[in-house]
């Protein structure tokens, strides 16, 4: 087959360990691969302490860290609009997720975003795994936060509206990439106001 990244064909022959354990067989070739670098560590937002989202996510995990091949994979999955290009983490998402428990939440697109970019990028990236998740939240505003200050950010008008039923349950949010962290508090807290008893956090990449 030929990467799904660079084009070019490689060997993808079925190893004894993936035909027992269903493993997804790799899309992308292993000098494209190589290139993404792991973190898999909890992201630390202690700079939400003494805001109104002080609590609100008890966790945070990013996979992977926003290096250069990092920029050009999102550049191409989001903005050229690729979304074979879903599958490539397919493999490392349903590892980290089998080791969790809760209901998965992924962070919604504001429908006009999702029009013009033709599929929702963050949900691509369950459905290429495999993993369940619930559409609980919709996006009610458009965030332009290149142009707002951290401040600006955290009192803007709420970003989410709650769709769904939310119990005293565990929520793992999920999304492509963690910023300033505004998003996931804000569905966070979102959550947690209608009863959600913990909040965690799985991004792609850590920014
Ligand atoms: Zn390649």
């Keep these: 087959m030929n990467c799904l990244i660079c084009g070019s064909p490689f060997q993808s022959a079925p190893t004894w360990k993936s035909l027992i354990l269903y493993e997804i067989q790799p899309n992308a070739c292993t000098r494209c691969l190589i290139k993404f670098q792991k973190t898999d560590h909890a992201i630390d ?3 939400f302490q003494g805001t109104v989202y002080e609590g609100m996510v008890d966790e945070v995990t990013g996979l992977y860290t926003y290096n250069a091949a990092m920029k050009n994979y999102l550049h191409q999955y989001k903005f050229m609009q690729d979304v074979a290009l879903s599958q490539v983490f397919a493999e490392q998402l349903r590892h980290v997720f089998n080791q969790t428990e809760g209901i998965i939440v ?3 697109m504001h429908p006009e975003k999702k029009r ?9 990236l369950l459905k290429s795994a495999g993993i369940p998740f619930q559409h609980l939240l919709t996006k009610i505003a458009t965030s332009e936060q290149g142009k707002k200050s951290r401040k600006e950010r955290l009192e803007a008008s709420t970003l989410f509206e709650v769709i769904g ?6 929520y793992i949010l999920f999304d492509d990439i963690y910023t300033t962290g505004a998003t ?9 106001d209608l009863g ?7 991004t792609l990449i850590k920014g």
């Design 45 to 47: 937002f202690s700079d």
């Design 165 to 170: 039923k939310v119990e005293a349950k565990t």
């Design 106 to 108: 992924p962070i919604p």
């Design 196 to 202: 959600a008893t913990k909040v965690e956090a799985i």
């Design 116 to 124: 013009i970019r033709t599929f929702a990028q963050v949900d691509e």
């Design 184 to 192: 996931i508090h804000q569905a966070g807290k979102a959550l947690k």
